[in-house]
């Protein structure tokens, strides 16, 4: 029979070990633990044992050689399967570096070699409830507005910073701590001792609209029940990968659109509120729980963007904007299909794919054979931006025509697009990122 496996992840120092560490004093059951820690020295190996009768080298395994993803293939399993091997245990948690993606790691115990022995039961991602606060909903410290009260400010408009393409090919911590929450089953929102009340329920708030797939649940210390940890049965890899909110609002768009009601420009939605306005009339979940002022919107439209405009907004986003994703159509990069992520403080430009109106009309035909529903443009084929925007106490209105600001002109419509300043990425995987961090 196959052995459970929790994954657990989160930023460094959220109280991923407090709550394993937790975990292992409150249950009787057998569980085997494998730490991954950043960095040669295991101090969370050592902190786990000294709390438990596991040792390191036994049931505590440590990965010491960097983080988990950088040596998937390899390392983890070879570590799981010999772990699986060796030793009797009834379930494995295996704690990820602060600075892993999850996806790749669910994707070895599911996929991989490890799938035979291990059955990935869930991907938990602990969150420090009083530093995603700071970052992702205090749009209205800046100002010591009160809890209610928050307004958007827009700071003053700060020099691009940008810090790539990335040898290592790190990106940004706020970036990958969405990924984190974007990609898991259950959600432990901890330190809760260190926020308010409204401090908390903001924080909850705006996790249910970045994923609204996964359960939440509240903790100091992580202390909580074993059960909610251990063999909970959620874990689903395609529903998990599509269960971003970011995905599920642009899913939205793109069926609501469905690549004829944009003009030109693609104008195809009047936000007259500011809100996204949708008749879906399912449990689309692309719908922000309004009472913490979170909107979920999105921006299409058919017209490159400016590079140096862009890039300017890019440095000066508003305050109250937590997350923005999506492909964008930057002028002068005609082929590379470009993605933009957004996350709290920074936004990564990478190039992830190609324009299919970019390749040979024969490859043109076969792609758009297979995807019938594809949106094409007579003149511009697949070249389109198409945003997911979460924020909060934000006029989208202003957003919206603040990017639209960004699109080329008519008249530059007409000019030389390769004459622009450009500094958006060229080649297949190749990220820029440009900070709005002061
Ligand atoms: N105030 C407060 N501190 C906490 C809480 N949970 C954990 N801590 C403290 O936060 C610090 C980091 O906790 P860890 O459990 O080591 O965090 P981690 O996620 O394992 O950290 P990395 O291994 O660096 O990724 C420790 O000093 C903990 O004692 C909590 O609920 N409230």
């Not at 971003?244 to 009601?261: H, L, P, Q, V």
């Not at 490159?304 to 907004?313: G, K, S, T, V």
């Not at 024969?362 to 949106?375: F, G, M, N, P, T």
């Not at 390769?418 to 440009?434: C, D, L, Q």
Request: glycine fraction near 8%; hydrophobic fraction near 35%; charge should be negative.
């Amino acid at each position: 029979m196959s052995v459970p496996v929790t994954v657990l992840c989160g930023e460094l120092g959220a109280g991923k070990t407090t709550l394993l560490s937790a975990l292992l004093e409150s249950t009787d059951r057998e569980i085997a633990v494998l730490v991954n820690d950043v960095g040669s020295v295991n101090v969370d190996a050592d902190l786990v044992e000294a709390r438990t009768d596991l040792r390191t080298g036994e049931e505590v395994v440590a990965l010491e050689n960097g983080c988990i993803c950088c040596s998937l293939g390899g390392e983890l399993s070879r570590s799981v399967i010999q772990l699986w091997k060796e030793h009797d245990f009834e379930y494995l948690v295996v704690e990820a570096s602060g600075v892993g993606e999850p996806e790749p790691i669910a994707r070895q115990f599911v996929r991989g070699p490890a799938g035979g022995p291990y059955d990935l039961d869930a991907v938990v991602t602990v969150v420090d409830a009083r530093r995603f606060h700071d970052r992702f909903a205090a749009a209205d410290a800046v100002d010591g507005a009160t809890d209610d009260a928050a307004v958007a400010g827009d700071g003053p408009p700060v020099r691009p910073e940008r810090q790539g393409p990335d040898e290592s090919g790190s990106r940004p911590l706020g970036d990958l701590l969405l990924e984190q929450v974007e990609f898991c089953d259950l959600l432990v929102v901890n330190k809760c001792d260190l926020v308010t009340d409204a401090e908390r329920e903001r924080v909850v708030g705006i996790l249910e609209t970045l994923q609204p797939r996964a359960e939440i649940v509240t903790t100091e210390y992580g202390s909580l029940d074993p059960d909610a940890l251990l063999e909970s049965g959620r874990f689903d890899l395609e529903a998990a990968a599509e269960s971003a909110g970011w995905k599920r609002a642009i899913e939205a768009d793109a069926d609501e659109s469905d690549g004829s009601d944009h003009d030109a420009a693609g104008h195809e939605h009047d936000h007259g509120d500011g809100s996204h306005e949708s008749d879906h009339g399912d449990d689309d979940h692309a719908h922000p729980p309004e009472r913490y002022g979170i909107v979920v919107d999105t921006y299409h439209r058919r017209r490159p963007f400016h590079p140096e405009r862009f890039e300017a907004l890019l440095a000066d986003l508003p305050a109250g904007l937590v997350r923005a994703k999506g492909l964008c159509w930057i002028a002068g990069r005609e082929r590379q299909a470009i993605t933009m992520s957004y996350a709290g403080t920074a936004t990564t430009l990478e190039v992830t794919g190609r324009w299919i109106a970019s390749l040979s009309e024969e490859r043109q035909d076969q792609y758009r054979e297979a995807q019938d529903d594809l949106s094409w443009d007579e003149e511009w084929g697949d070249r389109e931006t198409r945003l997911a925007l979460i924020g909060r106490d934000l006029s989208m209105d202003d957003l919206q025509a603040r990017l639209d600001d960004c699109l080329l002109t008519d008249a530059e419509m007409d000019a030389d697009w390769s004459t622009f300043e450009n500094s958006a990425p060229t080649g297949m995987g190749e990220s820029v990122t440009v900070s709005s961090d002061e």
